[in-house]
């Protein structure tokens, strides 16, 4: 996520509650100097990423380690990524790094994207195109590079949206609403094989 | 491949960018509206993790594809250009133009010896690993500008829409019709050809392009603070009115609250320059493309813009002197300034167009919001017709204030 003040990345995440209302600042090195706050704060993705170095230093100095061991931080078997040089460089080598680091990612993700767990947007016409043809039936093997939805991911993807119309209408966002109520539709046609995609 | 080594023509850079010409709903406040989305082929890696082979075949596919007429419409078609047979200085103009970005530009132009559309295999002795062109272009109609597409930038596709005004619904639909028409159907569909294609390029040989998508992630993207969506949704205002009262902590406060990002849109921290700020969606992940456009279009922007009309009121009404005296002395600074450098000119732009909006200055809107473009260094030099240094450029940038802010 970027820096409030500026463009550059945020690293120093800052929680400051004046008169009872928490704010939340996302600030770069820079601007956070500026604003006096102490900037030895550790980037979220090096916080977890420390935790497994230190176990592992301290396994290779035969010392005694409390809890359990962790597994050597994962490399992405399509393009040999690893999850050290994607911290390094911010930016992931292929699709596949998604699945081969997905419990890194989970509290990134879960930072700068509010809490959000789950995609809950366009899905590509060709997926949508595969799951709803009646002769594939939803088959995985209908093309080269498709993909296909997971049904655990679609009720998920089904309760996010339905806490997020409930939302919409708590604050009486009633348009919002309707476009939440949409997305649950196509949702369900997505889910009958035949149906409209 | 027809070479393109100036994609925006003298007259169309000297008339300024279509998404600046004040057409469109609340102009007075809203300059602009941007949607952009974020791609990735499947089963390729990732523009940073390629060789430069796998960029090139990348590139190639998407030419291929996105110059097979599937995107020209009647008054508009596609046109390619390779971001390294560019000039330096037609890069910066495009970057002005919001065309393609800062990034995208970088890059070292052609050697003298080697053809733009060269293969790195060509005839003779091949060019060495440091001369070979990063694999980097981009497709953009023509003239409206309206759609643009970057090929490897982050990502190995960046589809952007851009329209004057308030128009992110619009831009969002445009842009996610394209992004349909890039996909195409099913592997080995034909696309369809709406108008010529380029030469050696036959449509029906166009398949769709499969996306990189997880059913959990979404849209796989290099970056994982564009990953779901892949959708950055943003509006440009103008907020000179608020400035003055001292109220845009108020405006930040209210973005910040819908997790909306207000920043300048040039310069750094809390200052923006010529009070030109965007807000735009901080996350990606996790809600729905229309709930977002919603929230900022339907929510968060007609609040800012009401705020912002408020504002002007009250300098015209209680505050008159103090509005006037900025109008006036930041006009007459650029009517009558020998040397004027880009801050100094946008800063006064500014306060002539809120000069405009109050029916204290009796010019064209449009004319005056063009020369925030026009008074950048690649368009002044455009406009002039040469290249110039930075002395130069003040003072040519002083000539077209003048001549252009004359009151008749």
Not at chain 2, 133 to 141: H, I, L
């Amino acid at each position: 996520m970027k820096c409030d003040g500026c463009d550059r990345p945020a690293t120093v995440h800052n929680l400051v509650i004046v008169k009872g209302h928490p704010t939340e600042q996302h600030l770069c090195e820079l601007c956070a100097q500026k604003a006096g706050l102490q900037t030895g704060a550790i980037p979220v993705a090096q916080l977890l990423l420390h935790g497994l170095k230190s176990q592992s230093a301290a396994i290779a100095a035969g010392e005694p380690v409390k809890g359990p061991v962790p597994a050597a931080p994962p490399t992405c078997p399509r393009c040999g990524l690893s999850y050290g040089q994607f911290r390094h460089q911010g930016l992931l080598g292929c699709g596949g790094c998604y699945e081969a680091f997905a419990e890194q990612l989970g509290p990134l993700l879960d930072r700068a994207h509010e809490g959000a767990t789950h995609h809950t947007g366009k899905i590509p016409r060709r997926i949508v195109a595969t799951a709803t043809s009646p002769a594939a039936g939803g088959s995985p093997s209908a093309a080269p590079g498709s993909i296909t939805i997971d049904p655990a991911d679609l009720a998920r993807r089904e309760a996010a949206l339905r806490k997020q119309l409930e939302q919409a209408v708590a604050a009486e966002q009633f348009e919002r609403a309707a476009c939440l109520r949409d997305e649950l539709r196509k949702l369900a046609a997505l889910g009958e094989p035949g149906g409209t995609g | 491949m027809i070479e393109r080594h100036q994609i925006i023509g003298p007259e169309a850079a000297v008339r300024g960018a279509p998404w600046l010409a004040g057409t469109g709903r609340d102009a007075d406040v809203v300059i602009s509206s941007r949607v952009r989305l974020a791609r990735n082929l499947a089963g390729r890696a990732f523009p940073v993790r390629s060789t430069l082979a796998q960029r090139a075949e990348v590139l190639e596919l998407c030419r291929a594809h996105l110059m097979s007429g599937l995107l020209d419409q009647p008054g508009r078609r596609m046109a390619w250009c390779d971001v390294h047979a560019l000039a330096p200085l037609e890069r910066s103009l495009l970057v002005e133009r919001h065309l393609i970005s800062k990034e995208h530009a970088k890059g070292k132009p052609l050697p003298a010896t080697v053809p733009a559309s060269a293969a790195p295999a060509g005839a003779g002795t091949p060019p060495s690993a440091e001369t070979l062109p990063d694999p980097r272009a981009f497709a953009v109609s023509l003239p409206d500008e309206s759609l643009s597409v970057m090929v490897n930038e982050e990502d190995h596709l960046r589809i952007q829409v851009l329209r004057s005004g308030l128009a992110l619904t619009e831009a969002f639909e445009s842009a996610d019709r394209a992004d349909d028409q890039i996909e195409g159907t099913l592997p080995g569909a034909r696309a369809a050809a709406i108008g010529s294609a380029e030469p050696g390029v036959t449509p029906s040989q166009a398949p769709g392009l499969c996306y990189a998508f997880s059913s959990r992630f979404g849209y796989l993207t290099a970056c994982p603070t564009n990953v779901g969506c892949g959708a950055r949704l943003s509006v440009m205002l103008h907020l000179p009115g608020l400035r003055l009262t001292g109220e845009i902590e108020k405006v930040k406060r209210a973005a910040k609250d819908l997790n909306l990002a207000l920043r300048g849109y040039y310069g750094e921290g809390s200052e923006a320059t010529g009070d030109l700020y965007q807000v735009s969606n901080q996350s990606t992940f996790g809600r729905p493309e229309r709930a977002v456009l919603h929230e900022i279009e339907r929510e968060i922007i007609p609040d800012i813009v009401r705020y912002e009309r408020d504002a002007r009121a009250t300098l015209a009404g209680k505050r008159r002197r103090l509005l006037e005296d900025q109008v006036y002395r930041a006009l007459a600074l650029l009517q009558s300034a020998r040397l004027v450098t880009p801050e100094e000119a946008l800063t006064n732009l500014s306060l002539v167009r809120l000069g405009i909006a109050t029916g204290l200055v009796p010019l064209v809107d449009a004319d005056v919001t063009q020369l925030f473009l026009l008074t950048q260094p690649a368009h002044l030099q455009r406009v002039v017709g040469r290249e110039l240094d930075q002395q130069r450029r003040r003072e040519a940038r002083a000539d077209l204030l003048r001549a252009r802010l004359t009151i008749q």
